[in-house]
């Protein structure tokens, strides 16, 4: 068994401040925006700065993550899909799953949202706009506003309403208008666009609530901040159960949220692995897929430059998976640095093989996973008979699947 | 008429309408909408009904800055197949027979996509006087603006209801061609009032700019255009309300539609 040493290795590159001063990671990033959106993100960016150092702030926040959130979330060993991989000799990869799934609302992104609710309120914005593709941001999104009273408006594609109608349901109860976005396919990309056009006309009494490590800079450094919490409580977490730092961490990319707050605490342990897995749709070659990293170039959408998905003419190509929360043409502009760095390996499965995840994860070990996490385990099949002796791996388990039982329902023959 | 005015450049257009005593008018329409032969024509019919300059959107999949109308249009171009080489074929063969100075109209991405410089070489080639890049604020326009410079492109840039008093200084000392001057916290489209603010942002920018100022975003009628014009802009831009007409109907209704509405713009603006 390999112990990994807990030492810092040599600085990196990549021990820079990210992003600079202009909000880039390298060449990515910045803030694309019409001029009409520039004061409110230097506001933003103040206001984020100003008050994340404030004890106040911080008291509020960490108090509603542990109370009204139920953090820190569990690092649990998953025993039974350890075992799944173990070879004959009995060493395999040992997996642990960061338990987000297990947060109030059912996912991570409520670390995020809880946080820039907070801003808002301080900022003095009443009314809330999101986007949301799976419809987990819009959950969480909708959840705070409740729980602060603030108007709140929530664009989604149609074809993710039709898909993630629980959660569709959930936000309504909250008491947030779900706003149907029917341009394009319907999905993230254009319920992210109909959410910058409202902030747009409606700045100045509006706060929007980005709902991944994407957009205009500050918004892939202050989401990626907010759910920080997830690689801090697992870097404890594996100090207390094993004293060291873990080997390998595996995360599932869309935009990239829940990877970004899983990977950053830990980007300066050159020992840590991060993988990431984007969606590969009905396969790389059928051009029916999410992978940006994988299969992008560089180019700008929602207000920042990262890989993207775009046609020889620069135009947006209408990405496909199964999962509406990895939906989306583009990715978090850090994630293509760490990716042009090297720092960070990314790769994809196919909407199959994130099935037959979602199916393996429920079965052995009695944890329905998002159709989103289940990109992240369903790369265990490739990653596992690749890796010696017995390598700790901590999984993302990003999301509960409750939402798409019926998504699911459909290709499993039950 | 040939090319005579052609050459001229789109600052030194606007203030020669300004030296005239005029109000510029400066109509948008999207390229591809509903094909480019009619997009040729209706440049011409705009040439010749009173357009002082023309501003040519290239259809964007994803136009952040653009209300219903023209994203419409532009969906509606992008499934025609419309390319921006096509645009530029085609600009190519009918910008020598306008006296009006073409903007592009353009977001950022396809230009990054083509790679600046060879973007750049094209567009003067098809004669292209001017470019506005609306999701290119100041702070990343670094990239663009010098080398747009170097081809004599002016770029205009853009200046909104919510910019600061320091940034409109730092935006109009770089802004060439006008400055254009957002009317509404919004994208664009027809609205039935004018927000009376624009008057005091247009003495705002005049206070710390001798530019040209054009006036655009939600300005749909003539009574509008003459209101924009009497509160002191050098220009007013009408997009949406030509795009809706344009798109109404049979192409020679659409073409008709939009020679009368230009000359009653026009008829509303001039002294």
Redesign the interface.
Known sequence: MTLTPISPSNPQPTTLQRPDA?GRFGQFG???????????LAELETAFYHYQKQADFQAEYQNLLRDYVGRPSPLYFAERLTQHYARPDGTGVQIYLKREDLNHTGAHKINNAIGQVLLATRMGKKRIIAETGAGQHGVATATVCARFGLDCVIYMGVHDMERQALNVFRMRLMGAEVRPVE??TGTL?DAT?EA??DW?????TTHYILGSVAGPHPYPMLVRDFHTVIGEETRAQCQEKWGGLPDILLACVGGGSNAMGLFHEFVNDASVRLIGVEAGGEGLQSEKHAATLTRG???????A?SY?L?D??????EPHSISAGLDYPGVGPEHSFLKDQARAEYYSVTDQEALDAFQRLSQLEGIIPALETAHAIAYLETLCPQLDGSPRLVINCSGRGDKDVQTAAKHLDL | MMGSASTMSVSAKIKAVRDRGDCALIPFITAGDPDLETTAKALTVLDRNGADLIELGVPYSDPLADGPVIQAAATRALERGTRLEDVLAMLKSVSPTLSTPIILFTYYNPILNRGIPTFLQEVVEVGVKGLVVPDLPLEEMDVLLPQAEAAGIEVTLLVAPTTPKDRLMAIAQRCQGFIYLVSVTGVTGMRSKIESRVQDLLLELQQVTDKPIGVGFGISEPGQARQIMEWGADGVIVGSAFVKRLAEGETHQGLEAIEGFCRSLKAAIAE
């Open positions: 202009q910045g803030k694309y925006v019409p001029e009409t959106l520039m004061p409110a341009a394009g990309k666009s910058i056009r747009v006309t409606n700045v100045e170039r560089v180019g700008v959408l929602h207000g430059m993207l775009q020889q003419d620069g135009q947006v190509v």
